[in-house]
Nanobody
């Protein structure tokens, strides 16, 4: 099990940028694939991006490709989501999640951080 704490959310104008961080506890960070999800008001939680446990592979939902970048720093046990060219439709609570290598489901979740993009 790993504990996750997100930070970096806030209010930004359309076209602006934010960088979300997710700090993971424990000594087994390198064993986990990491992901970002988001949930807008009245909508289901949706996948945004993921990165493999060795950072050799990344995945993005189509709506953020070319605008968002996921990365991880093993020395800091932290995963990042750099968000550029933000749009009002990116407004949501963003959640960090961890998935142990070989597992199919995301087992650990952070508490979420609010991102609001004004038009």
């Amino acid at each position: 099990q790993v504990q996750l704490v997100e930070s970096g959310g806030g209010l930004v104008q359309a076209g602006g940028s934010l960088r979300l961080s997710c700090a993971a506890s424990g000594r087994t960070f390198s064993r986990y694939a990491m992901g970002w999800f988001r949930q807008a008001p009245g909508k289901d939680r949706e996948f945004v991006a993921a990165i493999g446990n060795s950072a050799d592979s990344t995945y993005y939902t189509d709506s953020v490709k070319g605008r968002f970048t996921i990365s991880r720093d093993g020395a800091k046990n932290t995963v990042y989501l750099q968000m550029n060219s933000l749009k009002p439709e990116d407004t949501a609570v963003y959640y960090c999640a961890a998935r142990l290598g070989g597992q199919r489901s995301w087992s650990d979740w952070g508490q979420g951080t609010q991102v609001t993009v004004s038009s």
